[in-house]
Structure formats: structure tokens, C-alpha cells
């Protein structure tokens, strides 16, 4: 009886383990690149309820599904720090654009319920191993004019596989959109005007910020006859350190203003798309002020500049000691972020920065580290199978993983190239 006994216990106790490994997964004989930790070779992955469970030469998954990757390579997904995706469709078309709301102040705005779940730019940039993005309310890179819009609204962090928005967001409100004004550098008008408009821009902005603090102040004393203002309590999280505001600056004056501002209004900030370095780089590393570079491969900022300052400009960054990682700033690029930063390569920025540029670093940046960009026990599996460096275009990425689901590599272009290859 006893036997029977503990035969009966450990066949339920094997059930359960089946139970909870059923849905798991285990990748085992690939090369593991964490990112945050040294690469394993011939290593293992245990993924559970769409959660990386154990990480190294050999896991326990009983029951699990086993993927033999052998030969392959295993890093996390990559993601692409400054985009449109999910908000511009067409950009010829304006019923296919969901960008810059009219109006100067709009941190209420949030990207995410603006998000098309099915664009078919989703596709095309998770077949290139890009597994989430910041989208971003407002259009362009870092060259604001001092007549733009002040607050586009706020950027989300999304997954790149799901049904609805709210299945596909990661952090809602991860940043605060913000086109920092500039001096123009153009007629016709003259220059003492330009500069006066930038100055009241600059006021009208401080003016904002100090509305709401008095909001801030007045709920925190309020009875329950307080009405809320949607554009001020956007601007709580801001206030109180928790929001950073993505602040649009291509220029070393502006970048300098910018921290200049952000000094004064004691708050975080990022600087998105500088275009030039100038003497800021103690400046921002003394701040502990990250950057979200644009593109690697463009025209220098000025006519007399060397023909390689753009390119030159991620190792400049690295060599200052700011952190940074890569966002290409629209839409139909969006699946290049990795060869942006391969091509820094090319021009000083050491490999291991750019791999951490469009993995840890870019989550690090976004607030969202605790989930995304290395592999490590209990981030979300978010996961590309490859067969070689994925940064380099000759790479395949053979299966790709996100929340612990695999998901298809198809997308129009593939869909295309089947088709006229069967051509008849």
C-alpha cells in the first residue's frame, strides 16, 4: 500500500510539472548573447507563461516544448527607440496619419490609443528582428522651429505582435514629447525678431510649467469639488520625476538650452536626435543625460562640417560617457535601427555600445529595463533566433519570440517575393 501510495504522489507530482511546463519552451544549442552578462556558448533558454525562467548550459523544463537551435544565435529583440509606427500608415495621406494634433500644448495625447495594431509596417519591422518601439505623436527628427508645437503628446513603448493597442503596449506614457524651440537660421526674417520669438516661446513654455505645479499643488489641497484638466495631469508624472520629457534637439545651443531649461524646471530629460556634439558631452554626462541618436549614415549638420561628423557622431557621444541607443524617427525605416548602429561601428563606436545601443541600452533609456533588452530571468521573452550578427544585413533571422509566442516572419514584402518567384 505504501507503494502504491507513493506511486500515486508521484504521478500527480509529475503531472503537475507537466502541468506547468505545457505551454514553457526550452531553445537549447544555441549561442546565447545576453548582452548584460558574458555569451554562452551551446547554452539554454527556459521560457515560462512568456517569461525567460533560467538562462545557461543546461535548463529544467520538463514537458516543455524544445526548439534545437543548433548552430544559430540567440540575442534579445532588438528595438527602435524613436519611430511612428502604428500612427502613419501613408504618409501622402492624411487620413492614414495620426501625427501632430493641432495645438502648441498637448501632453494629454497618448500614442498609444492612436496605435493601428494593423499596419502593415508592424510586419515589415519585426521580420528585421525589431520586437518593440517607441511610437512616437509628433513627426520628424531634432529641428523644431520656435512656431511648432511645444507638447505633441506622449510616447509609448509598444511590442510589436498583438490584437488591440492595449495588448501591444509595454509602458504607456514612457515619455513626453517635446519639440524644443531654436532660433531660425533663414529670411526673411530678421535676426532680432527671430530671437524674440524664441524668447517668448521660451516664456509661454516656463509659464506652462508653472500652471502646473499650481495644479499640481491645487489637487494635492482639494476637496471633491475639484475638476481635473486633462493637460495638467499629464504633466504630474513630469513634474514628479517619473515621466522623462523626449526633448527634440538637433543643435549644440539647443541641446544646451534644453538642459538649461530642464535645470531650471527640475526635471529629466532626453536629448533626441542631436545632429552635432559640440562641447555638450561633459555636460550631458554630468547630468546623467542619455541620447537617442537618429541616423548614423547622413549629411553633416552644416556646409563647412567634415563629411563624416553625422557619421562619426555615436562614438563622439560614447567617448563623452553618455549613454545612448538608436531611433530612426519614422515610419517606413523603422526595421534599419540595427544597421544604424552597425554602421557607427564602422566609425569608432566600439561593437559591444552598439549591440547595447538597440537592446539594454535603448530599455535602460525608455524606463522599461526591468522587461525588455538582455536575456535574463524573469524579463519578458522577447527573442530573436538568427543566423549570424544581427546587426550585419547579410543575417537571416530564422524565429523570432515575443512574451514567449512565435511569431510569423511573414510580411508584404515576403508575400511579393513568393509570389513573382511562382510566377508561372
Not at 40 to 52: A, P
Not at 158 to 176: E, P, S, Y
Not at 318 to 333: E, H, N, P, R, S
Amino acid at each position: 500500500m505504501i507503494g502504491l501510495a507513493n506511486a500515486i504522489r508521484y504521478a500527480a507530482l509529475s503531472l503537475l510539472i507537466t502541468a506547468a511546463y505545457g505551454d514553457s519552451l526550452v531553445i537549447k544549442n544555441v549561442h546565447v548573447h545576453p548582452v548584460t552578462a558574458p555569451d554562452i556558448e551551446n547554452g539554454q533558454v527556459l521560457i515560462v507563461d512568456g517569461k525567460i525562467a533560467d538562462v545557461g548550459k543546461k535548463v529544467t523544463g520538463r514537458g516543455a516544448k524544445i526548439i534545437d537551435g543548433h548552430g544559430l544565435d540567440l540575442y534579445p529583440g532588438l528595438i527602435n527607440a524613436a519611430t511612428n509606427i502604428g500612427l502613419e500608415e501613408i504618409g501622402s495621406l492624411r487620413d492614414t496619419v495620426d501625427l501632430n494634433e493641432i495645438g502648441e500644448f498637448n501632453p494629454q495625447l497618448m500614442a498609444r490609443m492612436s496605435f493601428n495594431p494593423s499596419s502593415s509596417h508592424i510586419d515589415v519591422t519585426r521580420s528585421a528582428g525589431v520586437t518593440s518601439v517607441l511610437t512616437l505623436p509628433g513627426s520628424g527628427g531634432g529641428r523644431p522651429g520656435p512656431e511648432a508645437t511645444v507638447f505633441y503628446g506622449q510616447g509609448a513603448v509598444m511590442r510589436l505582435d498583438g490584437w488591440t493597442w492595449d495588448d501591444m503596449t509595454v509602458k504607456a506614457g514612457a515619455v513626453l514629447d517635446m519639440n524644443f524651440p531654436v532660433i531660425g537660421n533663414a529670411p526673411p526674417k530678421p535676426f532680432p525678431e527671430m530671437e524674440k520669438e524664441y524668447r517668448k516661446k521660451l516664456d509661454q513654455i516656463a509659464d506652462f510649467f508653472e500652471n502646473a505645479r499650481r495644479y499640481q499643488k491645487a489637487k494635492a489641497a482639494a476637496n471633491s469639488d475639484f475638476k481635473p484638466d486633462p493637460r495638467f495631469e499629464a504633466m504630474i508624472p513630469v513634474l514628479e520625476g517619473q515621466r522623462p520629457v523626449f526633448v527634440r534637439a538637433a543643435r549644440e545651443r539647443a541641446i544646451k538650452e534644453a538642459v538649461a531649461f530642464a535645470d531650471r524646471q527640475k526635471i529629466k530629460i532626453i536629448i533626441a536626435g542631436p545632429e552635432e556634439i559640440g562641447d555638450t558631452g561633459p555636460l550631458l554626462k554630468a547630468r546623467q543625460i542619455p541620447v537617442i541618436l537618429g541616423d548614423t549614415l547622413a549629411l553633416p549638420l552644416h556646409d563647412d562640417s567634415p563629411y563624416d561628423s553625422r557619421y562619426t557622431l555615436p562614438n563622439e557621444f560614447y567617448k563623452a560617457g553618455v549613454k545612448i541607443c538608436f531611433g530612426t524617427f519614422d515610419v517606413q525605416f523603422a526595421r534599419n535601427v540595427g544597421f544604424q548602429a552597425a554602421a557607427a561601428v564602422a566609425f569608432g563606436l566600439p561593437y559591444d555600445a552598439a549591440v547595447k545601443g538597440v537592446t539594454i541600452n535603448a530599455a535602460e533609456i525608455l524606463g522599461v529595463d526591468s522587461q525588455l533588452g538582455s536575456i535574463d530571468k524573469g524579463k519578458l521573452a522577447d527573442l530573436i533566433l538568427t543566423d549570424g550578427d544581427p546587426l550585419e544585413a547579410k543575417t537571416n533571422i530564422k524565429m523570432e519570440f515575443i512574451d514567449g509566442k512565435q511569431v510569423s516572419l511573414e510580411n508584404r514584402q515576403t508575400q511579393l517575393y513568393e509570389k513573382y518567384l511562382n510566377r508561372p
